[in-house]
């Protein structure tokens, strides 16, 4: 079942995840995701905790879900991708966020004449042949779980360099005009490439709007573009524009 491979990959991806995130980000009622994790419980694919679930303790999948999440929602990643990627300049200074579809952006901007700047290290493997892209990895803790630099190396770098555009990655828009995120160690990491660039692009597939996430990485305010996909919730969307944000449903 598709919902039940979304599951697995948001909770292999966090560690652990509530009920009502879960029912938000896939549209189905709190019962129905119970009913998911009991079923996964059995299984023995995650563990059931107390209003939600958790990574099953010596889970070897738990050490490299990034393929995992990479295949949920691919085609509507691939298509914010495309649409991302037409905005970028040649001759600009760009920072990528981690995450699966700045991954999947950094496959498009193969070939351009551009300097990226990343602390991720699938934008680097697929950047690192390419000898048009002046690449820029930023260093730092390695986070193995999700292919990244994090930390407070990653954040010192951000703060020594200037770019033109960042894409920034999310685990969801709330209603209210947050952008959130699941992950402390990388809303900071975020938090700085915002300050950096002169214009900030969220890219966020349909599924995330409203998505999930505990963590606030900045007001939508702060945003100057929203690339997205079909499936986003309308009303989140209209919040977006009537705060400024430029939207773009690809």
Do not use: W
């Not at 966090?14 to 879960?22: A, P, Q, W, Y």
């Not at 699966?100 to 498009?108: G, P, Q, S, Y």
């Not at 042949?129 to 690449?135: I, P």
């Not at 990491?189 to 998505?211: C, L, Q, S």
Request: proline share 2%; net charge negative.
């Amino acid at each position: 079942m598709q919902r039940h491979s979304e599951i697995v990959a948001r909770v292999r991806d966090v560690g652990t995840v509530s009920v009502s995130e879960l029912s938000s980000a896939l549209d189905v009622s709190p019962s129905t995701i119970r009913r998911d994790l009991q079923q996964l419980d059995r299984a023995g694919v995650l563990t059931r905790v107390h209003g939600g679930a958790a990574v099953t303790t010596g889970d070897p999948d738990r050490l490299h879900p990034f393929d995992d999440v990479a295949r949920a929602h691919a085609e509507a990643k691939a298509r914010v991708a495309v649409a991302a990627a037409a905005r970028v300049r040649d001759g600009e200074v760009v920072a990528l966020d981690i995450g699966t579809t700045t991954a999947r952006l950094a496959r498009e901007l193969r070939g351009r004449a551009i300097t990226v700047v990343t602390n991720s290290l699938a934008v680097l493997d697929a950047l690192r042949d390419d000898e048009s892209v002046e690449l820029i990895l930023l260093g730092g803790m390695l986070r193995r779980s999700y292919h990244s630099l994090v930390g407070v190396l990653t954040e010192d770098a951000v703060h020594q360099i200037g770019v033109d555009r960042a894409f920034i990655g999310t685990s969801g828009i709330a209603s209210g005009g947050q952008v959130m995120d699941s992950t402390l160690v990388e809303v900071t990491v975020k938090r700085a490439f915002i300050a950096a660039a002169r214009e900030v692009v969220v890219v966020a597939d349909g599924h995330k709007i409203p998505g999930s996430g505990t963590l606030r990485v900045c007001r939508v305010d702060q945003v100057d573009v929203l690339v997205t996909s079909a499936g986003a919730d309308p009303l989140i969307l209209d919040e977006c524009r009537d705060r400024g944000v430029e939207v773009e449903v690809a």
